[in-house]
């Protein structure tokens, strides 16, 4: 318990540091993280997903790139890419499945409609990615 308090205390140590970026949380169909920038361009986010037949859960973290500024793209638009790392954990006992750990990529954009809400798809490879698309919507914090 102490391991988790102390990477929660530092995940939010971090995330204040670099205030002048928006942390985001990210509510899909099946899977949900939130975005904790740790320099102007590069975010990590804690993920927790699982597939629609819900036979496994995940706990993973991720961590991406945004190519903003490099596109010159509006404040309303993000499009970014990088790495995951997660465990799956197995739940639906009628699936030939095993506890793994897996890694992947991901790309993905968002749209904000407004100064708070937006839409985002993500594709990407890995259990902590859905293995899948991710579309869902993002809360600007």
Do not use: C
């Given at each position: ?94 699936k030939n499945g ?44």
């Amino acid at each position: 318990m102490r391991k988790i308090t102390f990477i929660l205390l530092m995940i939010l140590g971090v995330s204040s540091v670099f205030g002048q970026a928006k942390s985001e949380l990210n509510f899909g169909i099946i899977g949900v993280s939130y975005d904790i920038p740790v320099a102007t361009n590069i975010a990590i986010a804690p993920t927790v997903g699982t597939n629609f037949d819900i036979s496994w859960l995940t706990l993973g973290v991720k961590a991406d790139y945004y190519f903003d500024s490099l596109f010159g793209l509006p404040d309303a638009w993000d499009v970014y890419g990088g790495l995951n790392a997660g465990y799956a954990l197995w739940i639906n006992q009628s699936k030939n499945g095993a506890n793994d750990f897996n890694i992947g990529i991901q790309i993905g954009g968002r749209w904000f409609w407004s100064e708070k809400w937006g839409l985002y798809l993500e594709l990407g490879g890995g259990h902590t990615s859905g293995g899948t698309a991710g579309l869902g919507i993002t809360m600007r914090m």
